[in-house]
């Protein structure tokens, strides 16, 4: 049909188009209306009230009265908030680029593979990350138990791994990575696929040499989209550890794996202190606001030079 | 054109990739192994490698003795109807975004883009006063509920259904089709792969679900799965067969469903995080 | 006609369905922790109710002990969704009753079913009433005592034996106060190499704090009076206790760093002389013993006296019912809950297999208790030290108390910290738990 445009207010008809410019609302809203009450009641709302509370000595019934900024200098001076502060962002250095290089790794396993023997190997290394994280937690609790666990017998020692101070934390970091390494790596493959084959022709047809001068000047900066990506998903979702912490060690020992939601959790169920559990979500949540807005702008710089 | 060299090549980290694999996944066969076996055969050392004789002991005792049928139903009833709500209300919500112009528009889809930056596990303590206020703790609406915000599915059909051609949705209207027939019998099966792609994601994310769920429901025959498996006590001292066996049932729907539809799953996980 | 036959069966399904309702038992739901060796003889006596009578079905779920138990009981009480019936520690009582979990029962309840406040334990009563005038109703109790546990000695006579240390009676010898004991002990480890005395420290602050609380209470230590914490014994006798706790675990003599089930599992393969725990693993070692997979002939004693006072840590299990504004308790599920109790108290003999003291004073003071074996090695001395924790909603089961026990007490036996610095830590946090 014409296609009609004039100079003069750029009027544009594409194809034959009744001209019902009246927005169909009542349509609109049948079709809007039910994700975003869902939305504003579930995930708005709450987010309000977090801040809301965090004035107020709520119990976990929500009853309670304004008390001002008592919970904000309450938590300003409490040693155990800070330590589970340092506990998460050591929990966050052990993972985000361990688990972000390992599943670059894996991918650049699998595409190398060729048709059945690649799919046997995504499957291998993909499996843990659709198995429930209880599933996960009771494995790793019988697989590296102290006394009978097949990790100990293998290697000949008798780590008590999950309640030892010194390796608590790296047995959660490592169960974690076990556990969801196979996300990162799946968007890996898809970036890796992505790279078309034009340039590793072209590079080995300039004689480029080993796969490590192919890797270095191709393969990185060409997944590198993919690699900022995973590392900013990794570090959003790292901050937020809870499950592993409370299913494997509980915290302990000796506090020594509280997180910042673990601390929240017990202070919020187990000592029904609601507004001051709200203060330390409300906390976390700017924590992660910044920090992954931070870790944005860096990695697009790093990925502009 | 790979020479004889490459081909060997080949074949060892052919074999290398399998054995990392192998290696990676080994703590899954052990749980198996184990679960396979009796109490006493456990605290051996050496360990015993292989189940034999394969006994399903472990397995009857929880099926017998613990509440994990009940808590199948559970987990199915309330995946399924996430899985499907969420695809519901976002296609709607996508569609609309898309194809229809409206006044404020542009300030609903940033509302919804801004949920991308709330971490869900921050919104817990509210959330719990807010469905113990609605008197839907220990019941599955207080664990699917919340579980229905999701704004990336809403980004995600919007975006699919931007690609939609324009044509073909003002043929449609000539043929005096309204939005919701384009939305359902055009659309809709236009994009049936994602949609699957994010069935099924869906649904391992909500089955595998344990912070909601575990914080609100506390009586037994309403826990989830993989909430049941932690918080109840079904036997005496530790008896590891019986805990690998419990274990092993609960992750096996999400196995099974993604040897079926692993093209399905790799999609889903790809299409959330972005990368079409 | 076949369509009026459906519509027909259909009408009756419905027309009988309250029958059937009616016809039904009454399911009582009942929330439990008991999953150590006491909780096979548990789950006997409730299967032997239910099938002693067919009015009433009581369906148990154990959970997990400690924390998660009462955080599940707070959380469902706020929620309007609670169990009909559930064990629950008096030790425990201070901090439930002021968080408005627990239901008070009045002994005009208690009568309905034949039972009174004077058929039970006064020493369990008397405190039990002292709290609900402290922290709730005055008159009522919070709970039934079902027991008095504490913690005993489970011994090795044949390592005993070999050490030298196995007096002519077949009981331990040598090992009554704390010089005698320490030097006994270390005998045993040189004369047989073997590990003096198991006891649990990872991840289970619970046994550490019954052996804390048991020395620093038999040297007269005390840590509340009156409602109120006082706490400046635990410069004195608690530094000494978990000294001596300390150097035991540094001169090898219990684990540093050993779990619940590691150290049963130390006993009872016959790789340690004594045990350290509480009563409910005596349906372990009686029931391995029965099978043949005990590797020795073992003993029970209640723990020896080792400072000025024969003391021992203990806590009493009582059966109560959550409180539920949304939904009070009905009459006839009342009843139902109060008949059961009766039939639980009444067969406390049952009960007490499974290593506990019971409560109701007709079993107590019985015939049967007294040939109950091996439950009498040990339960006229142990009643005697009963001592129970202190009252106050810091300490007890699944309050603060235990936690900083973790993280204060215990890092004692892996040597990272001091005693006396371990001590005044742990009293620091105290004070500020109890704000």
């Known amino acids: 049909m014409a296609s009609i445009s004039t100079e003069a207010g750029a009027l544009t008809v594409q194809g034959v188009r009744p001209s019902k410019k009246r927005t169909p609302w009542l349509t609109v809203i049948l079709l809007v209306a039910p994700f975003l009450i869902v939305y504003a009641a579930f995930l708005l709302y709450p987010t309000v009230r977090v801040i809301m509370l965090s004035f107020t000595n709520a119990d976990i019934a929500g009853k309670g009265s304004y008390i001002g900024t008592a919970n904000y200098v309450k938590l300003w001076k409490d040693p155990l908030f800070w330590a589970s502060l340092w506990h998460t962002i050591y929990f966050i250095l052990l993972t985000v680029v361990p688990n972000t290089a390992l599943g670059l790794i894996f991918g650049l396993i699998v595409v190398r593979q060729k048709r059945i023997l690649r799919g046997i190997v995504l499957v291998l290394l993909f499996m843990p990350y659709i198995l429930p994280v209880s599933v996960v937690t009771q494995i790793y609790l019988w697989v590296l138990s102290a006394a009978y666990g097949i990790v100990n017998f293998i290697f000949n020692v008798r780590i008590n791994w999950f309640q030892d101070p010194y390796w608590a934390m790296p047995s959660v970091a490592f169960v974690t990575i076990w556990w969801t390494v196979g996300f990162n790596m799946l968007l890996f493959i898809a970036g890796l696929e992505a790279i078309p084959r034009e340039y590793y022709e072209a590079a080995s047809l300039d004689g480029a040499g080993g796969g490590l001068r192919v890797f270095r000047y191709i393969t990185w900066p060409l997944v590198w989209p993919v690699t900022s990506l995973v590392l900013v998903l990794q570090l959003i979702s790292q901050w937020q550890i809870f499950n592993q912490v409370y299913l494997l060690t509980n915290g302990g020992p000796f506090n020594k794996t509280i997180v910042v939601l673990m601390y929240m959790y017990q202070q919020a169920f187990t000592r029904y202190k609601g507004g001051y559990a709200a203060t330390i979500s409300l906390a976390l949540f700017v924590l992660i606001l910044l920090t992954s807005l931070v870790q944005i702008r860096l990695l697009r710089f790093r990925g502009n030079t | ?276 | 006609m076949k369509r009026s036959l459906v519509k027909g069966i259909l009408l009756l399904v419905i027309l009988c369905a309250p029958l059937l309702a009616w016809a039904a038992p009454t399911p009582v739901t009942l929330w439990d922790f008991l999953s150590g060796g006491d909780g096979v003889r548990w789950r006997a006596i409730i299967d032997a109710f239910n099938t002693s009578q067919s009015n009433i079905v009581v369906n148990a779920t154990t959970l997990t002990w400690g924390d998660p138990f009462y955080t599940k009981v707070h959380t469902s009480v706020v929620a309007g969704e609670t169990p009909d019936v559930m064990t629950y520690h008096i030790s425990h009582f201070p901090a439930g009753i002021k968080a408005g979990d627990l239901r008070p029962i009045t002994e005009a309840e208690l009568k309905s079913v034949g039972l009174a406040f004077k058929d039970f334990n006064p020493a369990l009563v008397n405190l039990s009433l002292e709290l609900s005038k402290t922290y709730g109703q005055a008159g009522t109790i919070y709970g039934i005592p079902l027991d008095t546990h504490t913690s005993i000695i489970y011994y090795n006579k044949d390592i005993l034996k070999k050490a030298g240390l196995l007096g002519a009676d077949g009981k331990p010898q040598g090992f009554t106060g704390i010089d005698n004991f320490t030097k006994s002990l270390q005998k045993i480890k040189g004369s047989t190499g073997l590990l003096p005395m198991a006891m649990s420290s990872s991840n289970d602050p619970a046994s550490v704090w019954r052996m804390f609380y048991t020395l620093f209470s038999q040297q007269g230590g005390k840590l509340a009076a009156n409602g109120q914490l006082t706490l400046d014994q635990l410069d004195t006798y608690g530094k000494t206790a978990m000294q001596a706790i300390g150097d035991w675990a540094k001169n090898g003599l219990i684990p540093a760093n050993v779990d619940y089930p590691g150290s049963v599992a130390l006993f009872t393969t016959g790789k340690a002389a004594f045990m350290f725990n509480g009563n409910w693993e005596v349906p372990t070692v009686v029931d391995m013993q029965k099978k043949g997979t005990l590797p020795f002939n073992y003993g029970l004693m209640a723990f020896p006296k080792l400072y000025g006072t024969a003391a021992t840590w203990a806590d009493s299990h009582n059966i109560s019912i959550p409180n539920n504004d949304k939904k009070p308790i009905s009459a006839a599920m009342l009843k139902a809950v109060l008949t059961w109790v009766a039939y639980v108290e009444k067969n406390a003999t049952a009960w007490a297999g499974g290593g506990h003291l019971p409560a109701y004073l007709p079993v107590l003071n019985g015939p049967d208790l007294a040939k109950l074996s091996p439950v009498n090695q040990y339960s006229g001395q142990a009643a005697k030290q009963v001592t129970l924790e202190p009252v106050s909603p810091v300490f007890g089961v699944g309050a603060p108390a235990y936690n900083l026990v973790a993280n204060y007490l215990t890092p004692v036996l892996l040597g990272q910290i001091s005693a006396g610095d371990a001590v005044s830590q742990f009293k620091a946090q105290l004070l500020s738990a109890a704000e």
Request: proline residues 6%.
């Open chain 2, 1 to 276: 054109m790979t020479t004889r060299g490459q081909s060997l090549a080949n074949t060892v980290t052919g074999f290398l990739s399998v054995a990392i694999g192998l290696v990676w996944i080994f703590p899954l066969y052990w749980a198996v192994n184990t679960s396979f076996t009796v109490d006493e055969k456990t605290a051996q050392i050496p360990p015993y490698w292989f189940p034999a004789p394969i006994l399903l002991d472990a397995f009857k005792y929880v099926i017998k003795n613990t509440a994990i049928i009940r808590w199948y139903l559970n987990s199915v009833i309330t995946s399924v109807a996430i899985a499907g709500c969420v695809l519901l209300l976002t296609m709607m919500c996508g569609y609309a975004l898309s194809q229809i112009r409206f006044r404020g528009r542009r300030f609903v889809f940033l509302a919804i883009l801004a949920g991308f930056m709330i971490p869900g596990a921050t919104n817990v303590v509210p959330l719990f006063m807010f469905m113990n206020s609605l008197g839907m703790v220990n019941s599955y609406w207080g664990v699917i509920l919340p579980q229905l915000a999701s704004p990336i599915a809403v980004v995600i059909y919007k975006q699919f259904f931007d690609q939609m051609p324009g044509e073909l949705s003002d043929a449609a209207k000539m043929d005096g089709a309204t939005d919701l027939r384009i939305l359902f019998r055009l659309f809709l099966p236009l994009n049936w792969g994602i949609t699957w792609a994010l069935a099924i994601i869906l649904f391992i994310w909500s089955w595998n679900n344990f912070f909601w769920p575990f914080i609100v429901i506390s009586k037994t025959p309403m826990m989830t799965i993989p909430v049941g498996i932690t918080q109840v006590q079904s036997w005496y001292g530790i008896a590891y067969p019986r805990q690998m066996a419990s274990a092993v049932l609960a992750a096996l729907p999400t196995a099974v469903l993604f040897v079926i539809f692993q093209r399905r799953v790799a999609q889903g996980v790809a299409i959330t995080s972005g990368i079409k």
